[in-house]
């Protein structure tokens, strides 16, 4: 599988892709980075790239791609376990977009026969939905 995903790398930055498989030894959200141990023996990888969003958990297993072997530009390919997902744009993000809808819904007001509601009966519901957004996404 790694020699196909090194082909791809290759056709599509014109360069020749290395892919390491290896084990995160410690994740850096804020930098967006991970420090990698690869699995022949290396000297650990720091400051692999974390692309597309993903955040692999320690001790994850993962892929870590190279171009032109070169050991400062790498990056995560893939990994078998993960803590959270980063989905955003320049202008939003799937996180925040989702906390939104949530408080919302919780504001929501309805009139009724006896007069405007004062709560939502089912809040609880609704603050549990929403700490679970944390729990997937990074704002």
């Not at 196909?4 to 959200?29: F, H, S, W, Y």
């Not at 958990?57 to 870590?64: D, K, P, R």
């Not at 959270?84 to 939003?92: C, P």
Request: with cysteine.
């Amino acid at each position: 599988m790694s020699s196909e995903i090194n082909d791809i790398i290759g056709r599509m930055t014109g360069q020749k892709a290395l892919i390491l498989p290896g084990e995160v030894l410690a994740v850096d959200a804020d930098a967006g980075t991970c420090d990698v141990r690869p699995d022949n023996g290396d000297a650990d990888l720091l400051d692999v790239a974390l692309l597309n969003g993903v955040y692999p958990a320690e001790g994850a297993q993962v892929l870590v791609g190279l171009i032109e072997n070169r050991r400062t530009d790498t990056f995560l390919v893939a990994a078998d376990k993960i803590t959270h997902y980063q989905l955003a744009t320049e202008n939003e993000s799937l996180h925040t977009l989702l906390k939104d809808i949530v408080a919302e819904v919780r504001g929501l007001k309805f009139s009724t026969n006896a007069g405007p509601t004062i709560a939502l009966l089912t809040d609880p519901n609704w603050l549990a939905l929403n700490d679970r957004i944390d729990n997937l996404l990074l704002p």
